[in-house]
Structures are given as structure tokens and as C-alpha cells.
């Protein structure tokens, strides 16, 4: 797989940490707004989904591109902010509002998030790195502990 390990090598650069934010989404956005929320370009990548939280300040709904981890009865969210220095607004809607919607495959699935920490993340965080190698790499290049939630059917 010549081609994954491509763009992992350049998903784990700072060019792209300093590019990506503000191209990404907006791509992301426009071509599941075409496609009426069956696919996302950066899904050919990781498998991606749109989520709908509630802002953390603002109350308004908010609506957010973002690679995740499937599993059984939901998936992984992870705030790593490609690599960059502060926690991604997401992450913050979530701990103040955890009852969410995420748009997967073309449906919209009332979810609920949870923020994990100690054991449970340290697992979590084992499967991530074997699922994006990357991850590491954004860790590494800030002093927060990168955000990982569970978010489930509800």
C-alpha cells in the first residue's frame, strides 16, 4: 500500500498541520453537501463523518468534518487539530453538550460522546495508532494530551 503510506508521511508534516484546517473541511463540507451526505473526500483517506454539536458557548448548531474510527455501535472521534497546538473547538462542544448527531453514510444517527481518559483511552489510543500511524506524530508535536471520545447510538 504505496499510496497509504504516502499520504501518511505528508498528513504527518507541518506543512500539512498548517494547510489542512483550512482547506479540509471546507472541502469536506461541499462535496457531502453534493453527494447529500453519502461521502466525504477526506474519507478516502479515513473513513469520515460529519458531526452536529451543539456550541459550547453559543448554543447554535455546529457542524464539523472529522475522521473518525468505526466500531461496533459507533465510533472514535479524535481531537487531534492535525498536530496543532490547541484542543479543536469540537472537542470543547462536546464535553459541554454530549448529546450529538453524526451524518454517516447518508443518515443522520443521534449519538451521545464521552470523553475517555485513564485505561480506557490508553486502549483506545493503541487501536488508533494501529488504525493512523499519524496520531503519533501529532501527539508528539504538542503538550496537551490529545482528546479521544467514544461516541455511541443512543
Known sequence: MIGERLVQKVSSTRGFAKVAPHVVPKLDKAVHRLTRGKYLLSAQMLPGVILTSTGARSGLPRR???????????????????????????????LAHPDAEISWKGRDIPVTARLLEGEERAAAWKALLAFWPPYATYQARVEREIRVFRVVWR
Open 64 to 94: 464539523t468534518p472529522l475522521a473518525c474510527m468505526p466500531e461496533e455501535g459507533g465510533w472514535l472521534l479524535i481531537g487531534s487539530n492535525f498536530g496543532r497546538t490547541d484542543h479543536p473547538a469540537w472537542t470543547h462542544n462536546l
